[in-house]
């Protein structure tokens, strides 16, 4: 029994609560990497947890797991696509203070947007156009692109790193997100999840044991950041699942763009992570930006 839409004001205000949820589980893993716990230990952990709660909701649901063999590997594809960008994202946020992975990651619409046009050959409209531009005005606003050093190799060499990471999740979810729109819009959301979070999970526990970079915290810090991280995204992620059909997504997932927004306000009293007013700004620009190509008509 799902019940009726949520009023629109409520669903904004629901959505950017789950959007905020979503960026505490990047300034946990933020903690928890601080704190000596490792990446593939990280998303490993995070995506088992995901995965059995999708699980849970299959069985609770009677889904059949049934799938053409096509399907099922095309699944497993994504999921391959989606353990890359786990892996990418919190690689990211090891490196350079949260909300600027987050923004930089935050690119991805452009990037689907872009993949769109060379795929099927139809050019975006003029509000999106306009967009992209200005997203990555507003990027190199928030990341300060020329810094202290007063150049842009001197200012690369302090964030090159982690915009790289970023820079490749958002590829590599861009991607994704062409491919199920392809490949698995006619399967159940629930057992689309299931088998992208289960591959995640699997790819990274094979290559963390292959690589022997999988262990235990080792003190209470790291213990407290893994435990967040999952909390949070267990958290967010129920809570999107559970109330979806009561969001009208399809109208308001814009909302969902305010995740580096609320991380911007998190991480400084909680990492630290302070931003000048104009990288304020810039992340303000792309998130609009973002939101602006999110509701331009395809």
């Known amino acids: 029994m799902h019940g009726k839409p949520f009023p629109r004001w409520l669903c904004i205000v629901v959505l950017m609560v789950i959007a905020t949820t979503f960026g505490s589980n990047h300034i946990s893993a933020r903690y928890a990497f601080d704190h000596g716990v490792n990446i593939s230990t990280a998303v490993a952990a995070r995506s088992i947890g995901a995965a059995l709660f999708v699980l849970a909701l299959l069985i609770a649901s009677r889904i059949s797991f049934a799938l053409p063999a096509v399907t099922r590997w095309r699944a497993i594809g994504i999921g391959v696509l989606i353990a ?68 842009i190799s001197g200012r690369w060499n302090e964030i090159g790193a982690g915009v790289g990471w970023a820079m490749g999740a958002s590829l590599t ?3 994704a997100l062409l491919l199920t729109s392809r490949w698995l819009k006619d399967v159940d959301g629930r057992l689309r999840t299931f088998l992208t979070m289960s591959t995640v999970a699997v790819l990274l526990l094979a290559a963390g044991a292959f690589a022997g970079d999988l262990a235990m915290p080792a003190n209470p810090g790291a213990w407290l950041g893994l435990g967040l991280l999952m909390f949070f995204y267990g958290t967010a992620f129920t809570a999107l699942f559970v109330l979806l059909p009561r969001l009208d997504t399809l109208n308001n997932s814009a909302a969902l763009n305010f995740e580096p927004v609320a991380v911007l306000f998190i991480a400084w009293p909680v990492l630290g992570q302070s931003v000048a007013p104009l990288q304020v700004v810039g992340a303000l620009i792309v998130v609009g930006a973002v939101i602006a190509l999110g509701t331009a008509k395809k």
């Open 84 to 151: 890359v960008q786990s892996y990418c994202i919190y690689s990211a946020v090891a490196r350079i203070p949260v909300a600027l992975a987050l923004l930089v990651f935050n690119t991805f619409p452009m990037v689907y947007t872009l993949l769109s046009w060379w795929t099927d050959k139809q050019r975006p409209g003029r509000r999106a156009l306009l967009a992209m531009p200005t997203a990555l005005f507003g990027l190199a606003l928030a990341l300060n692109v020329v810094g202290s050093s007063g150049s």
């Open 173 to 175: 979810f861009g991607l």
